[in-house]
């Protein structure tokens, strides 16, 4: 199996985050690979174990997000592709989804994982925008994926604790849900290994994409914190009924 895992390069969880303009400022933080890709990229890794094939590591972004990928193929992905684009961040999804498919296009994957969402924009858009792009099959929020005789057997998370059992036809496009597996760490072996493989560098232009924003951000701002204290009147049976609306419409926490 070839498969194609889309990894993102985000701000650190613990980096001091200040707004510029509509996005953040970006020269004085560390960056990391998006959590959720991460579990798509040990899925990837370990259906590869178990079938054979490729795992490719598939990226956009600035020279920086280089290291993302390196750190994909020091945990066992077997080659990079990293599209340079340094203005990647004021992207919307669709924009980047038609940067990834004109990538994944020329590599003829069986199989296309995404992480469920990112943990800046957290848009969640990227799984099907690529599948409607590159017209494959597509399923979302799985949780466990059984490869035979051409074909996947998929379950998916639902809501309130339920799941959904289906299959699906390859090639596919699968956003993978968070927590499916253990992440494994990059070894020191991996790390030395890592330095020998491939990262081919494309450009959007090289890639013959050209980009008209459908949706921008106006706005970043950081919420103002306020207080409010409300008294609630009447009987004890009043004052308790009151309560438990509040809870459940206003706060939310019932």
């Known amino acids: 199996m070839k498969i194609i895992v889309c990894v993102k390069q985000v701000p650190a969880k613990d980096a001091p985050l200040a707004i510029a303009g509509n996005w ?3 020269s004085d933080i560390g960056f990391e690979m998006n959590e959720p890709d991460s579990y798509a990229l040990e899925e990837a890794l370990r259906l590869k174990e178990k079938h054979g094939g490729e795992v490719i590591a598939l990226s956009m972004g600035p020279e920086r997000v280089k290291q993302t990928i390196k750190e994909a193929l020091a945990k066992g992905a077997d080659r990079g592709i990293h599209i340079l684009d340094d203005n990647f961040a004021q ?4 924009g ?6 004109a990538a994944i296009q020329k590599e003829k994957a069986d199989l296309v994982l995404t992480g469920l969402q990112s943990d800046d924009h957290g848009f969640g858009q990227t799984g099907v925008l690529l599948a409607a792009l590159l017209d494959l099959p597509n399923a979302t929020i799985i949780m466990a994926i059984e490869v035979a005789d051409g074909k996947m057997k ?3 998370e639902l809501e309130a604790g339920w799941f959904q059992h ?3 036809p390859l090639p596919a496009v699968l956003s993978i ?17 890592a330095k020998k493989k491939e990262i081919a560098a494309a450009t959007r232009e090289s890639l013959g994409v050209s980009v008209e924003a459908t949706q921008k951000i106006e706005k970043i701002y950081v919420p ?3 207080k409010k204290t ?4 009447g009987t004890p049976k009043e004052v308790a009924t009151k309560l438990v609306e509040k809870l459940k419409f206003e706060a939310r926490v019932i």
């Not at 980047?96 to 498919?101: I, N």
């Not at 499916?180 to 760490?185: A, D, G, H, Q, S």
């Not at 409300?230 to 009147?233: A, D, G, I």
């Open 96 to 101: 980047s989804a038609k940067c990834l498919a």
């Open 224 to 226: 103002t914190k306020t």
């Open 166 to 168: 289906l299959e699906c």
């Open 154 to 156: 998929l379950k998916r």
């Open 91 to 94: 992207l919307d999804p669709l």
């Open 24 to 26: 953040i400022k970006e």
């Open 177 to 193: 849900q968070s927590g499916i597996n253990k992440v494994r760490y990059a070894t020191l072996k991996g790390i030395m290994a």
């Open 230 to 233: 409300e008294f609630l009147t």
